[in-house]
């Protein structure tokens, strides 16, 4: 199809609308001037700023159209920039200025032009004709929000806010009220920001052309010395960021509309929460305990130190007495160079990270199923399913961004599955909710995996062409006695069959998985259960398909990558294997690697306490406070000759090292995150380090100095020379490298010309060669067997949107001014009996401890199921969650905890 732009021809795209096909062949976003568009936004054409004249023939007569919302027809003529339509543009900018503060015309000094200035400029207004009318001008600004300012005198009415509001994030907290000169926007029932039900996303502020919506630190308007792209340092869905600087200071933090990740949009934790980076709680200097007390030194005493100890402790009680655990929230480049540091510079498999208590039974089951333990398929695919089913994962609060996108799917109405014992904002929109029992999981997909059977859902062709041991599956499964499954869920029989149904019916369907999977004594069983599921009905290896892991830390799918495991280095190979042990060791130019599968890190704290681990090499994990059982981990803590912490604040773990070194955080260096989507995306340093930090990468390659091992890309640490090596040991990241890594970054496989892999096991080609079916019984957890009569109440613990982890660095932002409090989420009836009124302080214990906390009333949660979080130090809850774990891999059962409450007298 072709059209004309002043009467010259041109090729038309696919639904180009005419605002977007004038852009293009201009190759000018400012072709056409706008008011009410966003691109990320469904086309408004309210404002008719972007008008255009249109005709059938050339120079024929013509008719006056928003070109935003207006497609090309075939041979249409445009003429864009004619006089009249420059009137017209005129005389609607005048118009809206009318009641516009007239000091916000022109952009102030030392500030950037809003875009409704450029809008201004570009229309060439020198002045307005019109008086000003009666209007919106006095109204005043809301300042109750810690980040969110709203100064609705400069509103101009384009509706972009409350449009971003729900078409972005999915909320609808912005509305319109009143008419005429007297409309304005509204939060909630009229509130402030802060009373409202606002989840904090910023995607108004960041859509408004104006300043009647900015954030706190005016990133808008700042004319910054530079902005730096970057991935965030939260959560496992990799959003870019630009990060704004001045004078060597963070200033402010915008979402990149050219980001595929995040499309322009972030949560409160990207966009707002940075002030932890220049906190004075910051560590600044290397620290030496001496006689109890923390007392600063230079770098190289705390070197000497750290190497005198550790070769002192290996020659005495070997290399196996040292175990590393590596930091998900340092880069890929990072976690290669510990791994090797523990592997190469001591000489021993004891390396570990935090996805031992989190998804190392995703990374385990997929393994045993599928032959690659990372998600199948992309987050863009949620544009193409029929159905979302959704199992043990929150991410309205644990991935915000994707959870949005998953919300505008549920509310456009694709068929949704929510399985979960809380009743979440996205189990509240679902069209089947499951609410089990905490620790059902398997019972719960036996069932549904029952019912695909019997209602003849199955995809044979599938099963037959890609898959093994179906039948043994097909024979366990028949067998169930359906009723005693029934009750032990808590969820009727006919509820899971039509979820069943719902989910075995669609063309393509979505599996989403989170900790309410992984987090249990039947974690991995759970993980090859919803891989069954997917290759029963063929939903594997197309698009809008798969099992996809929302996989929880910034960097927790590339620490695993790179070899943070005990029993496979880099690139998941094998560490007991000799010829993977040859293959290492050449690739790190030593004689030999060591033979033994390492300890996980619940044996490596068994160990000290049995006296066989003697040292303990930390880089930022908050283990005291977030591995269960604290007593237990204080016991093993105590035993130990050396604990070493690398971090950026004092933390509960940091209080019982000997040396703690101060990390630069991921502002301050560069390196690569790898998202949930298996995507490798770059850590641009955006400020120099804080006092004398220094990057993880840099205190690894001085420390296996000191232990008699040089790292080949040089003394200082180079992201870029690290990739290389590291494409040079896995296979799979074979074409990787700095500058192929873009913007967008890359997702691997990697070939070895740098072509990418959106999805994995395309047409049933699976990694392993076929797909496994495995077949489990449901067990009940033994922490329910041992002390479930005593402790009649399961604790389930999981995330607040506003606070990230051990809260070391959102509790020190202004996200702590909206939350500050951990509750425990109690059913009513279960208060009530006990005398307890809503909002008072309980106390709450289990086997392991007791710990006191405000609760709150919540129907969220069914009788005999209490539910809180474990981000604020003031309560501490893993003082009472308890020391069983998935059988597979150790992961604890953070999700199924028995106790009891009581009033506090
Ligand atoms: N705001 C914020 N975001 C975060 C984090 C944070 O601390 N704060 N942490 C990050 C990390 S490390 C991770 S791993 C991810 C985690 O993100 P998610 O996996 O979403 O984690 P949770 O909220 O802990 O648990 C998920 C859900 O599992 C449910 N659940 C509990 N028990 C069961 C069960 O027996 N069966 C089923 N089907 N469901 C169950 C819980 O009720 C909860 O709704 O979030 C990441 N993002
Ligand atoms: N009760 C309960 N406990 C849980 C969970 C639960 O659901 N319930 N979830 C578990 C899960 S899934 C996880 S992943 C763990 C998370 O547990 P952790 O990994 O311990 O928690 P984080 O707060 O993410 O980060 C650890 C530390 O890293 C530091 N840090 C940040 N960036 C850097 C850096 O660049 N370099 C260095 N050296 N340090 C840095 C931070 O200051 C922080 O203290 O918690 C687990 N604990
Ligand atoms: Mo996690």
Redesign the pocket.
Same mark, same amino acid.
Request: hydrophobic residues 30%; negative net charge.
């Given at each position: 199809m072709k059209a004309f732009i002043n009467n010259t021809a041109y090729t038309v795209l696919e639904n180009e609308t005419i605002l977007e096909f004038v852009r293009r062949i201009e190759t000018n976003k400012n072709a056409i001037p706008t008011m009410c568009q966003d691109d990320r936004l469904e086309n408004f054409g309210s404002c008719r700023v972007c008008s255009v004249e249109i005709a059938r023939e050339q120079d024929g007569p013509t008719r006056t159209v928003a070109s935003c919302h207006t497609p090309v027809t075939d041979g249409i003529f445009i003429y864009h920039n004619t006089d009249r339509i420059k009137k017209l543009r005129k005389n609607i900018v005048e118009l809206v200025l009318t009641d516009y503060p007239s000091d916000k015309v022109f952009p102030e000094e030392n500030k950037k032009a809003t875009p409704f200035q450029e809008t201004i400029a570009q229309i060439g207004i020198p002045d307005v004709r019109y008086p000003k009318g009666e209007n919106h001008l006095d109204i005043e600004t809301d300042k109750a929000h810690p980040y969110i300012k709203s100064d609705l005198a400069q509103c101009i009415n384009c509706y972009r806010c409350v449009r971003a509001c729900e078409e972005i994030q999915g909320e609808m907290i912005l509305g319109m009220s009143g008419r005429g000169f007297a409309t304005n926007i509204i939060k909630g029932f009229d509130t402030s920001f802060d009373e409202s039900a606002c989840v904090s996303c910023g995607a108004c502020v960041q859509t408004c052309p104006t300043e009647a919506l900015t954030d706190k630190f005016e990133t808008k308007t700042l004319l910054a010395d530079k902005t730096v792209r970057t991935t965030c340092?939260y959560c496992g869905v990799g959003c870019q960021l630009d990060v704004s600087v001045i004078d060597g200071e963070i200033k402010g933090i915008q979402a990149p509309e050219t980001a595929e990740v995040n499309e322009g949009h972030t949560c409160l934790k990207g966009r707002f929460a940075f002030q932890f980076y220049d906190h004075p709680d910051r560590l600044r200097e290397p620290l030496i305990k001496k006689n109890g007390k923390f007392e600063e030194v230079t770098w190289e005493e705390a070197y000497d130190f750290i190497a005198s100890k550790m070769l002192h402790i290996k020659n005495k009680y070997g290399p196996d007495s040292i175990g590393g655990i590596s930091? %998900? $929230?340092?880069t890929n480049e990072e976690n290669y160079l510990m791994q090797k540091m523990i592997r190469v510079g001591v000489g021993t498999n004891n390396i570990d990270g935090?996805a031992r =208590?989190?998804h190392a039974p995703t990374a385990y089951g997929m393994q045993q199923a599928f032959g690659t333990g990372a998600a199948t398929n992309s987050i863009e695919d949620l544009k193409q399913t029929d159905a979302i089913f959704l199992f043990g994962a929150n991410p309205i609060k644990g991935h915000p961004v994707t959870g949005a996108k998953i919300k505008q799917a549920f509310m456009k109405g694709v068929t949704s599955i929510v399985v979960d014992p809380v009743k979440t904002k996205l189990a509240n929109l679902a069209t089947h909710f499951l609410q089990i029992r905490p620790g059902t999981n398997v019972a719960v997909l036996n069932m549904i995996a029952y019912h695909i059977i019997n209602e003849n859902l199955v995809n044979e062709h599938f099963i037959t062409s890609y898959t093994e041991k179906y039948e043994e599956f097909k024979t366990h499964v028949s067998n169930l006695n359906i009723p005693e499954l029934e009750k032990l869920t808590g969820v009727s029989n006919e509820d899971v069959k039509q979820a069943a149904i719902a989910y075995a019916s669609a063309e393509r369907a979505m599996e989403f998985h989170g900790?309410g999977v992984t987090?249990h004594f039947q974690g991995s069983k759970t993980v090859m259960l919803l891989s069954n599921i997917a290759m029963m009905t063929g939903n594997i290896g197309k698009n809008g398909v798969g099992l996809n892991p929302l996989r929880? &830390?910034n960097n =927790?799918q590339g620490a695993a990558d790179m070899g943070v495991q005990p029993h496979q280095g880099a690139g998941y190979m094998d560490v007991n294997k000799p010829e993977i042990q040859t293959y290492y060791a050449e690739k790190y130019g030593i004689d030999k690697m060591p033979v033994k599968e390492g300890l996980k890190i619940p044996q490596m704290l068994d160990a000290a306490i049995d006296g066989k681990i003697k040292a303990l090499y930390i +880089?930022?994990? #908050? /283990?005291i +406070?977030?591995?269960?059982n604290t007593n237990h981990s204080i016991k093993a803590f105590e035993k130990l000759e050396l604990i070493v912490v &690398?971090?950026?604040?004092m933390?509960a773990t940091t209080e019982l090292a000997d040396v703690v070194l101060p990390?630069?955080? !991921?502002f301050e260096k560069n390196g690569t995150f790898t998202n949930g989507e298996r995507r490798v995306q770059r850590v641009n340093k955006v400020v120099e380090p804080i006092g004398n930090s220094k990057p #993880?990468g840099q205190i690894i390659i001085d420390i296996m100095d000191k232990l008699g091992y040089k790292q080949p890309t040089g003394a200082t640490y180079n992201a870029a020379l690290v990739i290389e090596e590291i494409a040079d040991v896995i296979p799979f990241m074979k074409g990787l490298s700095w500058d192929r890594l873009g913007k967008n970054g890359l997702q691997w496989p990697i070939k070895e010309d740098g072509t990418d892999t959106q999805m994995l096991h395309v047409n049933g080609q699976f990694k392993k060669g076929i797909g496994t079916f495995h077949n489990f019984d449901f067990e009940e957890s033994p922490e329910i067997v041992s002390h479930g009569q005593k402790f009649p109440f399961i604790l389930t /613990?999981? $995330?607040e949107l506003e606070h990230?982890? %051990?809260?070391? +660095?959102t509790r020190r932002t202004d996200n702590q001014h909206i939350l500050n409090k951990d509750y425990l989420e109690v059913n009513p009836k279960d208060a009530l009996k006990k005398g307890i009124k809503d909002s008072e302080t309980v106390r709450i214990y289990s086997d392991r401890g007791s710990v006191n906390i405000p609760i709150k009333f919540s129907k969220n949660v069914k009788k005999g199921v209490l539910r809180t979080t474990?981000h604020q130090p003031e309560v501490f809850?893993?003082l009472i969650?308890g020391s069983v774990g998935d059988k597979e891999t150790l992961t604890p059962e !953070?999700k199924v905890v028995a106790v009891d409450f009581e009033k506090i007298e």
């Open positions: 340092t930091s %998900s $929230r340092a935090c =208590v989190c900790l987090e929880g &830390q =927790v +880089m930022g994990e #908050d /283990t +406070m977030t591995d269960p &690398q971090e950026l604040f933390t990390a630069a955080s !991921y #993880d /613990t999981g $995330r990230y982890n %051990s809260g070391t +660095m474990f809850i893993n969650t !953070y």
